[in-house]
């Protein structure tokens, strides 16, 4: 069917212009309605590796990463928020928030997508982050967010203490590393139209319909 679209969304979960991009992607998917039949499969990327577990202060961390004074970070998270209010998510970081170490997370949403319930959780793991200033490092936490979308809360716990899906979500990451993915959100239309950023709505309607008319037409502009 040529209307069928594959969506693969690189993100990480503490990433908020990925917030932005996914609200903007499924409000663009409900408004195009028939047009399209979507499946969605969120793929990891870590934005900091090799953070410690006890995260680190946002401002500090953004200072040492991209060089920002302290007013930038202000000005930056501002238009953060004005975004989210735009697609109905509340923002509620501040210069006191902390950046995290994700792969649990990650780990988790990896298994989430065996049992049919991703969406809900990568959703819920950005509630809990952004608008309600979680730590998505901590066990505790991340299994009592699993359970409230649905999933075994035993089962997250079981994973978390061990290495399950270690290899499997690293061996993701590899994969959009090495098809040039370097920042996040990037959003691939069934393997190979890819949108970066957190594109507002009517960016994604438009991609969207381009993709599916070549699709049926066979014609790639």
Known sequence: MSNSLKID????VSCPWCVVGLYGLTQALDLLGDEVQAEIRFQPFELNPNMGPDGQN???HITEKYGST????????????A???EVGFAFRTDANSRIYNTFNAHRL??????EGLQF?????LFKAYFSEGGN????????????????DRQRAEQILASDEYTREVKEEEQLWLSRGVSSVPTVVFNGQYAVTGGQP??????AIRQIISEAKGGTVS
Do not use: H
């Not at 302290?70 to 928020?81: A, C, G, L, T, V």
């Not at 949403?109 to 065996?114: E, I, K, P, R």
């Not at 998505?136 to 999933?151: F, K, M, R, W």
């Open 9 to 12: 969304f690189v993100s990480d």
């Open 58 to 60: 946002i401002t500090e």
């Open 70 to 81: 302290p007013e930038q970070s202000q000005q930056n998270r501002e238009m953060i928020r």
């Open 83 to 85: 975004r989210g209010a």
């Open 109 to 114: 949403l990896y298994w989430a997508g065996l």
């Open 120 to 124: 809900n959780l990568k959703e819920a």
């Open 136 to 151: 998505p490092s901590d066990p505790a936490q991340l299994a009592a967010i699993a359970e409230s979308v649905g999933l």
């Open 201 to 206: 709505v009517e960016t994604f309607v438009g």
